[in-house]
């Protein structure tokens, strides 16, 4: 056995837990090499350091009484529900239900909006365009979202503006146009053809 | 139902736990009885801190009562104790790094904790705190698992496979770190002059 291996084995050797062989050949090892005896001699007196510090005295008053008084607290507490626990419970049941009311009328609105959005754009029979000229049509015409290109389809369609024109009807204060367009083909391909005058 | 404290006595450990599983408060006051000591021991030697050790020796308790109803006896008591007191250590050890002193004067008067046994000659008194806090710093100078590791073996008494149990790695690798450990204290001794 070379020193390197004894030397890594003397802790366990020290603690007696070697097999009865690998003890025999430490102890072999030792009796002719001073150098290992020295790294023993070592050992021993690290154990000596450490061990020279006493037992703690026990404290003056045992931790018994104060943990049995805890633990009798908690047992209250979890019976009666004042803990800390039940109270967080309680206050995230009030908090996600005022997340649900709060999701809820969101979406509620957001379907609101949705369908009045179509209005504009393809409406209930009778609408009529508003606007303040007949020169207003062409471009107005155009930038209305999702109307198809001049001459292919017809609605009548009504969009409120501020400014009046004193010779057309007016309606609520403001002025109205009726405009009608031609549908091409299939009326399946658009919105029907409504009447010229719209309300 | 609460055994008798006289009958408890005689019992291991494992039935203790499982009485306190089933609700007897004398059980889990004996097996305090039998871990108080030694935890608080292993605790001050981990943090050179008296009255920390006493609040994490409450925590462990604290822990183990609330888990009983969960308590099977896979390994032995002792273990499973210390591995609660373990993994507390390691969240103490995290919150607050333990005080690594590094001279005898940094050490104030509170460190000086009474020691057991009669003494009638205060320079006897004096001289025991001091080699009580020379072998505190040493144990300070390791890191916090060969700490541990140390404590645990040298102090504990507890076998190389428990320790390893306890810390939840291979005795092998508890062997190399105490060898590390013991090394590093060896140092310490030859730095001042021991």
Redesign the interface.
């Known amino acids: 056995m070379d020193c390197r291996i004894v030397q890594?084995r003397l802790?366990?050797y020290r603690?007696g837990?070697l097999s009865e062989p690998e003890h025999a050949l430490v102890d072999q090892h030792l009796a002719n090499c001073a150098d290992c005896r020295a790294a023993l001699r070592?050992?021993e007196?690290?154990?000596s350091?450490?061990?020279?510090?006493?037992?703690?005295?026990?404290?003056e008053t045992?931790?018994?009484s104060?943990?049995?008084q805890?633990?009798k607290q908690?047992d209250r507490e979890t019976r009666h529900g004042t803990g800390r626990d039940s109270l967080f419970i309680r206050v995230a049941v009030i908090v996600l239900v005022v997340v649900l009311f709060a999701l809820a009328g969101v979406l509620i609105m957001r379907y609101s909006r949705d369908n009045k959005a179509y209005y504009p754009t393809y409406g209930p029979v009778g609408f009529t365009w508003v606007g303040d000229s007949d020169e207003d049509e062409g471009e107005l015409w155009k930038s209305l979202p999702g109307m198809p290109s001049e001459g292919r389809s017809v609605h009548n369609i009504q969009i409120p503006v501020k400014q009046p024109d004193p010779d057309a009807p007016e309606s609520n204060g403001r002025v109205i146009h009726t405009f009608e367009l031609e549908t091409d083909g299939d009326p399946a391909d658009g919105p029907p053809v409504r009447d010229k005058e719209g309300k | 139902m609460n055994t008798s404290r006289e009958l408890l006595r005689d019992y291991s450990d494992e039935a203790l736990m499982l009485l306190v599983r089933d609700g007897d408060?004398k059980a889990f006051?004996e097996l305090?009885?039998r871990y108080?000591?030694q935890l608080?021991?292993f605790f001050?030697?981990l943090t050179s801190d008296y009255d920390g050790a006493?609040d994490l020796?409450?925590d462990v308790?604290?822990k183990l009562?609330q888990a009983a109803a969960r308590y099977e006896p896979r390994a032995k008591f002792s273990t499973y104790i210390y591995q609660i007191a373990r993994n507390l250590s390691i969240n103490e050890f995290n919150k607050r790094q333990f005080r690594k002193t590094s001279s005898l004067d940094e050490m104030d008067e509170e460190d000086g904790?009474?020691?057991?046994?009669n003494e009638p000659n205060a320079m006897e008194i004096m001289e025991?705190q001091e080699?009580?806090q020379?072998?505190?710093m040493?144990l300070n100078s390791l890191n916090e698992e060969q700490r541990t590791i140390?404590i645990l073996t040298?102090?504990q008494g507890l076998?190389?496979d428990r320790v390893a149990q306890i810390m939840g790695c291979s005795v092998g690798t508890i062997?190399s770190r105490?060898?590390r450990a013991?090394q590093r204290?060896?140092e310490w001794?030859v730095e001042h002059g021991?």
């Open positions: 890594k802790g366990d603690m837990i070592d050992e007196s690290v154990s350091f450490l061990r020279q510090t006493e037992d703690l005295a026990p404290p045992s931790v018994a104060e943990l049995m805890k633990l908690k | 408060h006051e305090l009885r108080e000591k608080l021991s001050y030697r006493k020796v409450m308790f604290l009562y904790i009474e020691i057991a046994g025991r080699k009580q020379m072998v505190q040493a140390l040298e102090y076998p190389i062997k105490m060898f013991r204290i060896k001794m021991l």
